[in-house]
T-cell receptor, first 110, second 118 residues
Framework: DAKTTQPPSMDCAEGRAANLPCNHS???????VYWYRQIHSQGPQYIIH???NNETNEMASLIITEDRKSSTLILPHATLRDTAVYYC???????????FGIGTKLQVIP | DTGVSQDPRHKITKRGQNVTFRCDPI?????LYWYRQTLGQGPEFLTY????????KSRLLSDRFSAERPKGSFSTLEIQRTEQGDSAMYLC????????????????FGPGTRLTVL
């Protein structure tokens, strides 16, 4: 699986958009970008995934650059409950093992 | 609650003791995974099952660790002769693999079992 690079921490004001970047310059053509988050003392929670098109669901939007070497997870209106560690993961769809890095610790500030 | 459940949520044991954790996946899911997470790190893959077959094991899964999923439903993870380095959160996840369909492999995680070895 391709390696990802994320900033270790970020702050975001409550109500503002949180933009979490991820670099995955070695991504290959059959690998998807997945995002999970982990709220303190809970198991990781799936957020969204994409291949090359931008994706949106009820939780977030995923913007993938045209060359697919980086992506941004957007939480449009961050709330205090969005404070968590966010993991960007790149893997092929058929491969079972998920390799988590350290992730980005997002702190939403009142 | 139809999510992944794990039992116990917390376990404190003395070094050298054996411990066993249980995971109940989402009922229609045929794949089950175990991960370990230490403080400040992301979860690390240990092993996964498709139905009752254990299909992959990480090198992290030493010979003191054994996982089973005898009837393709719940799974157990046993650690024998525990060491202080085994202290971690043990996470279970499950997913559904549709034959012939693209495996999106969205994994649903349980709340974890926190193990403390004294």
């Amino acid at each position: 699986d391709a390696k990802t690079t994320q900033p270790p921490s970020m702050d975001c004001a409550e109500g503002r958009a949180a933009n979490l970047p991820c670099n995955h310059s070695t991504i290959s053509g059959n690998e998807y970008v997945y995002w999970y988050r982990q709220i303190h003392s809970q198991g990781p929670q799936y957020i969204i995934h994409g291949l090359k098109n931008n994706e949106t669901n009820e939780m977030a939007s995923l913007i993938i650059t045209e060359d697919r070497k980086s992506s941004t997870l957007i939480l449009p209106h961050a709330t205090l409950r969005d404070t968590a560690v966010y993991y960007c993961i790149v893997k092929s769809g058929g491969y079972q093992k998920v390799t988590f890095g350290i992730g980005t610790k997002l702190q939403v500030i009142p | 609650d139809t999510g992944v459940s794990q039992d116990p949520r917390h376990k404190i044991t003395k070094r050298g003791q054996n411990v066993t954790f249980r995971c109940d996946p989402i009922s229609e899911h045929n794949r089950l995974y175990w991960y370990r997470q230490t403080l400040g790190q992301g979860p690390e893959f240990l092993t996964y099952f498709q139905n009752e077959a254990q299909l992959e094991k990480s090198r992290l899964l030493s010979d003191r660790f054994s996982a089973e999923r005898p009837k393709g439903s719940f799974s157990t993870l046993e650690i024998q002769r525990t060491e202080q380095g085994d202290s971690a959160m043990y996470l279970c996840a499950s997913s559904w693999r549709l034959a012939g369909a693209h495996p999106l492999n969205e994994q649903f995680f349980g709340p974890g079992t926190r193990l403390t070895v004294l």
